[in-house]
């Protein structure tokens, strides 16, 4: 499976960006996929993710409301609509796919549960 994160830039407080991730792999639509994000000297912190048939989805309290996590498993891709964007949300994000097909919600939020990572977009809000 390989994921290829986009949409990433640089915004100023209050905008929006959208970013997308699109993966191969011929079960896509069976993955619980997430968006995490790290910056530096910090550990990587869970964004938000969503599972196979877009039946739930989890978020971090701290980007609840502002942020939405979608995917259109037609076209094997992930989005996260990221809006009243602030200067904390400055990071690097990382989408990641888990293909266990595992149903277990409580390790969701966990980057040990995610198998295949994408490379990493960049998100700069400046304030």
């Known amino acids: 499976v390989q994921l290829q994160a986009s949409g990433g830039g640089s915004v100023q407080a209050g905008g929006s960006l959208r970013l997308s991730c699109a993966a191969s792999?011929?079960?896509?639509?069976?993955?619980?996929m997430a968006w995490f994000r790290q910056t530096p000297g910090k550990e990587r912190e869970f964004v938000a993710a969503?599972?196979?048939?877009?039946?739930?989805?989890h978020y971090a309290d701290s980007v609840k409301g502002r942020f939405t996590i979608s995917r259109d498993n037609a076209k094997n891709t992930m989005y996260l609509q990221m809006n009243n964007l602030k200067s904390e949300d400055t990071a690097v994000y990382y989408c990641?796919?888990?293909?266990?097909?595992?149903?277990?919600?409580?390790?969701?939020?966990?980057?040990?549960?995610?198998?295949?990572w994408g490379q990493g977009t960049q998100v700069t809000v400046s304030s």
């Open positions: 990641a796919a888990d293909t266990s097909e595992a149903s277990i919600l409580s390790t969701i939020r966990w980057d040990s549960r995610y198998d295949y």
């Open positions: 969503i599972r196979g048939r877009g039946a739930s989805t």
């Open positions: 792999g011929r079960r896509f639509v069976s993955y619980v």
